[in-house]
């Protein structure tokens, strides 16, 4: 098992920068892929960003050349980095661990946290 702690969300304007950490404890977080998700009110969840054990990343196309998400296994820390932001990122965001399949697509595992609040307005 892994429990999950996001924190760094807050009220920005469009065109500023936060960045996202979630904090693991328990079993070893170096072994699962995590992911960042997000949920929009009215939305469904979906899927940020992943980075694999080794470093190896993939984003949405909404994302990419804005978010990085980078990990640090030796400290159970993972992170997303958002530059540029616009008012449709305005969501909870979640870190989840989980994996991929044989399809390189990400699983997510029933291990969430409880979201941190990301309000992108001016």
């Known amino acids: 098992q892994v429990q999950l702690v996001e924190s760094g969300g807050g009220l920005v304007q469009p065109g500023g920068s936060l960045r996202l950490s979630c904090a693991a404890s328990g079993s070893a977080f170096s072994i699962y892929v995590m992911g960042w998700f997000r949920q929009a009110p009215g939305k469904q969840r979906e899927l940020v960003a992943a980075?694999?054990?080794?470093?190896?990343?993939k984003y949405a196309d909404s994302v990419k050349g804005r978010f990085t998400i980078s990990r640090d296994n030796a400290k159970k820390m993972l992170y997303l980095q958002m530059n540029s932001l616009k008012p449709e990122d305005t969501a909870v965001y979640y870190c989840?661990?989980?994996?991929?399949?044989?399809?390189?697509?990400?699983?997510?595992?029933?291990?969430w946290g409880q979201g941190t609040q990301v309000t992108v307005s001016s």
């Open positions: 980075i694999t054990t080794g470093g190896t990343t």
């Open positions: 989840n661990a989980g994996r991929y399949d044989s399809a390189y697509k990400y699983i997510p595992y029933d291990y």
